[in-house]
């Protein structure tokens, strides 16, 4: 079992430039998140889809558009990179609405924007 | 925003030593989760408490959730080595998981 895998590891862009994080989960789960995490802040959400077909906003989701594609995958844009964007992205699913859900993350993508 | 503050920021301890991480809110969750995340890789779980006054062991971690459902405890009794990262707990109010809170994180070093 591949878990939760995303792609590429790392990056550097060039402000303004653009790009896509992909994610994909091999667990058959409904819920898919993508966070951002900066020294000293924790995880932030950035936006989630509790199913397929359907997004929220999290806490931080300016400048970022997300696409679930199919139950397996879920997509992160940036789509005019700044340098406030320079961080490690993480990609995680979990089976909520149980009461022991967990969310299962991938390896992350450390992105530079200069 | 509701936010989780973990206590302290930053420890580093011989082995054998004890050692007790903090999380704490103003805000009530309906459940609290503590992840562990190791360099280079992504977060996963320890243990979710769910009942105020809950208290769970997983060998020598003790993890307490308060009984306000405010707060929360890890406490590592003998810390190894490999207790070695970076602590976060999460906190849900949602009941359905479907949005988490995650702390600031309390980054541990275990030196021999």
């Given at each position: 079992?591949?878990?939760?895998?995303?792609?590429?590891?790392?990056?550097?862009?060039?402000?303004?430039?653009?790009?896509?994080?992909?994610?994909?989960?091999?667990?058959?789960?409904?819920?898919?998140?993508?966070?951002?995490?900066?020294?000293?802040?924790?995880l932030?959400?950035?936006?989630?889809?509790?199913?397929e077909?359907?997004?929220?906003?999290?806490?931080?989701?300016?400048?970022?558009?997300?696409?679930?594609l199919?139950?397996r995958?879920?997509?992160?844009?940036?789509?005019?990179?700044?340098?406030?964007?320079?961080?490690?992205?993480?990609?995680?699913?979990?089976?909520?609405?149980?009461?022991?859900?967990?969310?299962?993350?991938?390896?992350?993508?450390?992105?530079t924007?200069? | 925003?509701?936010?989780?503050?973990?206590?302290?920021?930053?420890?580093?301890?011989?082995e054998?030593?004890?050692?007790t991480?903090?999380?704490?809110?103003?805000?009530?969750?309906?459940?609290?989760?503590?992840?562990?995340q190791?360099?280079?890789?992504?977060?996963?779980?320890?243990?979710?408490?769910?009942?105020g006054g809950e208290?769970?062991?997983?060998?020598?971690?003790?993890?307490?959730?308060?009984?306000?459902?405010?707060?929360?405890?890890?406490?590592?009794?003998a810390?190894?080595?490999?207790?070695?990262?970076?602590?976060?707990?999460?906190?849900?109010?949602?009941?359905?998981?479907?949005?988490?809170?995650?702390?600031?994180?309390?980054?541990?070093?275990?030196?021999?």
């Amino acid at each position: 079992n591949a878990g939760v895998t995303q792609t590429p590891k790392f990056q550097v862009l060039k402000t303004g430039q653009s790009m896509t994080l992909q994610c994909a989960q091999d667990m058959n789960h409904n819920s898919m998140y993508w966070y951002r995490q900066d020294p000293g802040m924790g995880l932030r959400l950035i936006y989630y889809s509790a199913s397929e077909g359907t997004t929220d906003k999290g806490e931080v989701p300016n400048g970022y558009n997300v696409s679930r594609l199919n139950k397996r995958e879920f997509s992160l844009r940036l789509e005019s990179a700044a340098p406030s964007q320079t961080s490690v992205y993480f990609c995680a699913s979990s089976e909520a609405g149980q009461s022991s859900y967990e969310q299962y993350f991938g390896p992350g993508t450390r992105l530079t924007v200069t | 925003t509701q936010l989780l503050e973990q206590s302290p920021q930053f420890l580093s301890i011989q082995e054998g030593e004890n050692l007790t991480v903090y999380c704490n809110s103003s805000s009530v969750f309906s459940s609290l989760q503590w992840y562990r995340q190791e360099p280079g890789e992504g977060p996963v779980l320890l243990v979710t408490v769910v009942t105020g006054g809950e208290v769970k062991k997983l060998k020598r971690l003790t993890f307490q959730f308060g009984d306000a459902r405010k707060d929360s405890s890890l406490h590592i009794t003998a810390a190894q080595p490999g207790d070695t990262g970076l602590y976060l707990c999460a906190g849900d109010n949602t009941g359905t998981a479907s949005k988490l809170t995650f702390g600031t994180g309390t980054r541990l070093q275990v030196t021999l």
